[in-house]
């Protein structure tokens, strides 16, 4: 009955912002590393950013570094995506997924296979 709800995409043009959210059921997230994953059209899915449990480490992918930022809310049991600076390349399904525990606090992972529970995506489309 575990359920990761993205939540947030949607049309923007070039240069502009957008900020993504993944509220989870079934699970508590804060226990979680969440990590965010896109797939381009025609293209493999890949890891865009992740956030530890401790909330005091993060990764992102190059591609992304400088422009978007990951962060989370425990209270709502949600975690964010803020994307600015947005480029046509970054238009694909964005999904959110719970990834390891109990490795240390701290642990982040761009791994797709580390992650346990994903998301359905959302749609995030750049263009002008």
């Known amino acids: 009955q575990v359920q990761l709800v993205e939540s947030g995409g949607g049309l923007v043009q070039p240069g502009g912002s957008l900020s993504l959210s993944c509220t989870a059921s079934?699970?508590?997230?804060?226990?979680?590393?969440i990590g965010w994953f896109r797939q381009a059209p025609g293209k493999e899915r890949e890891g865009v950013s992740c956030i530890s449990v401790s909330d005091d480490n993060t990764a992102y992918a190059d591609s992304v570094k400088g422009r978007f930022t990951i962060s989370r809310d425990n209270a709502k049991n949600t975690v964010y995506l803020k994307m600015s600076n947005l480029k046509p390349e970054d238009t694909a399904i964005y999904y959110c997924a719970a990834g390891p525990q109990g490795i240390y606090l701290g642990y982040v992972t761009l791994e797709e296979y580390e992650y346990d529970y994903w998301g359905q995506g959302t749609h995030v489309t750049v263009s002008s």
């Open positions: 079934g699970i508590t997230l804060d226990y979680y590393t």
